[in-house]
């Protein structure tokens, strides 16, 4: 179990200290440009070409800011500020892989707002007692490799390195060819790193700030997630001259399937969510019932034994859909993590000082799975969030005003000060 930070009060003057928006809207835009696509999004999927350019530009920046760098063996960097005294860092940062049709903000935020913190902070000649270390996670989208936040789950020690370097992507490549290729197969070991504590800092992903007026989101915890993927078994036959009451039509089992589970987040209600996100049909022709169909559930609650009802629900249900229309249905699981409650401590800190620098505060837990989530198994750790512009990310329109931006950083920058305990020399 690990022990709660203890929050420190502001002082004057650090207490008027902010960071450089302008330095911090240059940096998110240069890292935009890398996998830019149409439309103003990016596509930087995880060890990828685009991915290794993502990572040397921050890598450059965390070597101008005088930071020093470690690489473990799922290419986890993290770049550390020394403190007065040696130990664990104080830490914080976030993810720059992204969805194939992603935004500039998502996870590039917390790294970027991160280097600033350690540019002001060195602009400011301005020490601390413990390290200050800014990182980021390998593959915590899991868009190209499963499992999602495989870099920070690796890091905590939860998922051997072994299991994670072996994982084959969506393309048929392995962790560990793909860290090789981009030269980011580091030699620390997963799980050999302490962390004093950790905050991250991200946009919100979703409606409830920008809906309730609010500037600084003091996050409670993740969700709980469950992954699976389904493979329905039917026959393949004649679209014309198979009887409706004879077939075995897998296209329709799939579609049941992800009737039954809208239902279900529908009829459970509070923070039940089920999406399918992914479904292909064989043979996919127009004229020919599908033999089979593979597809995506994605269940998430903030509460476990909700979580585990979901599944169950679901799981009946699909097995009454495949006996009522002779299919097979397979499952194979591929994530699941229960819902993770943050420092209660850390998260009152985040209030406190979001309403000591005047800007509303409101808490809630992520709807969203993030590095935080695991980095919870072995430090105290927060979140702080920042409206999304109509609520939207994974979306190449993911906005978050530059107002916003300079607020949560400000935000994270005292709270980090407060962790670290600074001194001025």
């Not at 000060?417 to 001025?424: D, E, F, I, R, V």
Request: hydrophobic share 45%.
């Amino acid at each position: 179990m690990t022990q709660s930070a203890s929050p420190a009060s502001l002082t004057t003057p650090l207490a008027d200290l902010q960071i450089n928006c302008d330095r911090l809207l240059h940096r998110i835009d240069q890292l935009a440009q890398i996998g830019a696509i149409a439309g103003g999004g990016v596509c930087r999927l995880a060890l990828t070409d685009e991915d290794k350019a993502g990572r040397d530009l921050v890598v450059s920046w965390m070597q101008e800011l005088g930071l020093t760098i470690t690489i473990d063996q799922l290419g986890n960097v993290v770049g550390t500020r020394a403190g007065l005294v040696a130990g664990a860092p104080v830490m914080t940062g976030s993810h720059i892989d992204t969805v194939a049709t992603g935004g500039r903000y998502d996870g590039n935020l917390g790294v970027l707002a991160g280097l600033e913190i350690i540019a002001t902070l060195n602009e400011h000649h301005i020490q601390t007692q413990h390290p200050l270390a800014v990182a980021f996670f390998t593959n915590e989208e899991g868009a190209r490799f499963h499992p999602d936040m495989m870099g920070s789950w690796a890091f905590s020690g939860g998922l051997s390195s072994d299991a994670a370097l072996a994982e084959v992507g969506i393309d048929g490549t392995t962790v560990a060819a793909e860290l090789t290729r981009i030269g980011y197969a580091g030699m620390v070991p997963c799980g050999s790193q302490p962390v004093k504590a950790f905050v991250e800092f991200h946009v919100e992903q979703g409606p409830v700030l920008e809906q309730a007026g609010v500037q600084i989101g003091a996050v409670t915890g993740v969700q709980g997630m469950s992954w699976q993927e389904l493979t329905v078994t039917g026959v393949s036959n004649h679209a014309g001259t198979t009887p409706m009451s004879l077939r075995h039509d897998a296209g329709y089992g799939a579609s049941a399937i992800a009737v039954a589970a809208r239902e279900l987040a529908l009829s459970m209600g509070g923070n039940q969510v089920a999406t399918v996100g992914a479904m292909q049909l064989k043979p996919g022709l127009v004229n020919v019932i599908a033999k089979e169909a593979r597809m995506t559930v994605d269940l998430r609650n903030t509460d476990a034994a909700l979580l585990r009802q979901a599944e169950a629900q679901l799981a009946e249900q699909i097995e009454a859909i495949a006996q009522k229309a002779g299919l097979n249905v397979t499952s194979r699981s591929l994530a699941r993590f229960e819902p993770v409650t943050f420092d209660p401590v850390m998260v009152e800190q985040v209030v406190q000082t979001a309403q000591v620098l005047g800007y509303s505060a409101k808490r809630l837990p992520s709807g969203a799975g993030h590095d935080a989530g695991m980095i919870a198994a072995i430090a105290p750790t927060a979140m702080i969030f920042v409206p999304s512009v109509n609520g939207l990310s994974h979306n190449i329109k993911e906005y978050t005003a530059p107002e916003d931006l300079a607020n949560g950083s400000n935000v994270l920058l005292q709270v980090l000060l407060q962790l670290a305990k600074p001194n001025s020399v």
